[in-house]
């Protein structure tokens, strides 16, 4: 009888030791969720691709003004604009004066009856400052310096202050093909006049570049590109010429490639002279093409790649271009705002 007293009491304490220690165990932790799927669409869009090159801002090519005989007694302030039948600079203290056309005086004009291409130079510009000169032939080696030019020649002369004599020499008259500006001015008064003055650039602000002709690739004649100001400013505007310069030492002995850009509206750089800009030029573009992130593909052990769809089937499709972390996409079952599976 004791020991089967004995016996219960042990079993009694037992189970309370059991018991106690299932109670001071901590709970089991809950089964994890499932991770939750991150998914995109599939996006109709554009996409492109940029090509970002360092250019400079300014006049375009300058071209060095050189005088006749004699000693320079004015000169033109950098910056100036040229305006045709007006004085630009001074040779012994006599005005030279621009006219805009195709020929350069190359001779005295001075004797009733010479005809020429000079003369109608004159003719033409005599005739836009608002002085009679009669008709001039349409063919301009026939035009011919009548008493009506020369009267007109003198007119003209008395309106720039100087003596009337009704001719025109060579070194008193700068013909240009077009309205200019002046950038350098490198004479000094005092000095002869048949010396290199001053340079004159074109008065429309430019963007030019050089470079490799093996790079110059998509730069064609009336691109549409982007000029970055300084300021950051994106500025419209499109390539007015590319040109191949040979190669020298100068520019590393392979052929080059002189690019000039023009902004669509000028006066988006009128606040600038010249200056460091960015060229931003498109080398590859789609439009309306369908698009995913580059996250949502998944390259194929068997070689190309597919999309992911939420159920967990892949979807195979062909790529097309890349764009920064977008890529173009096709294939049967890929439309527009389907969902697809993209990386954490």
């Given at each position: 009888?004791?020991?089967?007293?004995?016996?219960?009491t042990?079993l009694?304490?037992?189970?309370?030791?059991?018991?106690l220690?299932?109670?001071?165990?901590?709970?089991?932790?809950?089964?994890?969720p499932?991770?939750?799927?991150?998914?995109?669409t599939?996006?109709?869009g554009?996409?492109?691709?940029?090509?970002?090159?360092?250019a400079?801002?300014?006049?375009?090519?300058?071209?060095?003004?050189?005088?006749a005989?004699?000693?320079?007694?004015?000169?033109?302030?950098?910056?100036?604009?040229?305006?045709?039948?007006?004085?630009?600079?001074?040779?012994?203290?006599?005005?030279v004066?621009?006219?805009?056309?195709?020929?350069?005086?190359f001779?005295?004009?001075?004797?009733p009856?010479?005809?020429?291409?000079?003369?109608a130079v004159?003719?033409d510009?005599?005739?836009a400052?608002?002085?009679?000169v009669?008709?001039?032939?349409?063919?301009?080696?026939?035009a011919?310096?009548?008493?009506?030019?020369?009267?007109?020649?003198?007119?003209w002369?008395?309106?720039?202050?100087?003596?009337?004599?009704g001719?025109?020499?060579?070194?008193?008259?700068?013909?240009l093909?077009?309205p200019?500006?002046?950038?350098?001015?490198?004479?000094?008064?005092?000095?002869?006049?048949?010396?290199?003055?001053?340079?004159?650039?074109?008065?429309?602000?430019?963007?030019?570049?050089?470079?490799?002709?093996?790079?110059?690739g998509?730069?064609?004649a009336?691109?549409?590109?982007?000029?970055?100001?300084?300021?950051?400013?994106p500025?419209?505007?499109?390539?007015?010429?590319?040109t191949?310069?040979?190669?020298?030492?100068d520019?590393?002995?392979?052929?080059?490639?002189?690019?000039?850009?023009?902004?669509d509206?000028?006066?988006?750089v009128?606040d600038?002279?010249?200056?460091?800009?960015?060229?931003?030029?498109?080398?590859?573009?789609?439009?309306?093409?369908?698009?995913?992130?580059?996250?949502?593909?998944?390259?194929?052990?068997?070689?190309?790649?597919?999309?992911?769809?939420?159920?967990?089937?892949?979807?195979?499709?062909?790529t097309?271009?890349?764009?920064q972390?977008?890529?173009?996409?096709?294939?049967d079952?890929?439309?527009?705002?389907?969902?697809?599976?993209?990386?954490?």
């Amino acid at each position: 009888m004791r020991k089967t007293v004995i016996a219960a009491t042990v079993l009694v304490v037992v189970v309370l030791a059991v018991v106690l220690v299932v109670r001071g165990r901590p709970p089991e932790p809950a089964a994890a969720p499932a991770p939750a799927v991150k998914t995109t669409t599939v996006q109709r869009g554009d996409l492109a691709n940029t090509r970002t090159l360092q250019a400079q801002l300014g006049f375009g090519a300058a071209r060095p003004v050189k005088g006749a005989a004699g000693t320079v007694t004015k000169l033109p302030a950098t910056g100036q604009n040229t305006e045709p039948g007006k004085e630009l600079y001074r040779v012994d203290d006599q005005p030279v004066v621009v006219f805009i056309g195709a020929t350069p005086l190359f001779r005295a004009l001075d004797t009733p009856g010479l005809k020429g291409s000079d003369v109608a130079v004159v003719m033409d510009n005599l005739a836009a400052l608002g002085y009679s000169v009669g008709t001039r032939p349409r063919d301009a080696t026939k035009a011919e310096l009548t008493h009506r030019v020369i009267d007109a020649v003198k007119k003209w002369q008395k309106a720039l202050g100087v003596e009337q004599t009704g001719t025109l020499a060579p070194g008193r008259v700068l013909v240009l093909d077009r309205p200019m500006r002046v950038g350098t001015v490198k004479a000094q008064l005092g000095e002869p006049a048949a010396e290199e003055l001053f340079e004159l650039t074109p008065t429309t602000r430019l963007v030019s570049l050089q470079v490799p002709v093996s790079e110059a690739g998509v730069l064609k004649a009336d691109l549409p590109v982007t000029i970055m100001r300084p300021d950051n400013r994106p500025v419209p505007a499109k390539v007015t010429s590319v040109t191949q310069v040979a190669a020298t030492a100068d520019n590393g002995g392979s052929p080059k490639a002189d690019v000039v850009i023009t902004p669509d509206n000028p006066a988006d750089v009128g606040d600038l002279d010249t200056a460091p800009v960015r060229l931003m030029v498109t080398t590859e573009s789609r439009t309306g093409v369908l698009t995913v992130p580059l996250a949502a593909l998944i390259a194929l052990k068997e070689g190309g790649y597919a999309v992911q769809l939420p159920s967990g089937a892949l979807k195979a499709v062909k790529t097309g271009l890349y764009s920064q972390d977008k890529v173009e996409i096709s294939g049967d079952g890929v439309t527009d705002g389907l969902e697809v599976v993209t990386a954490q």
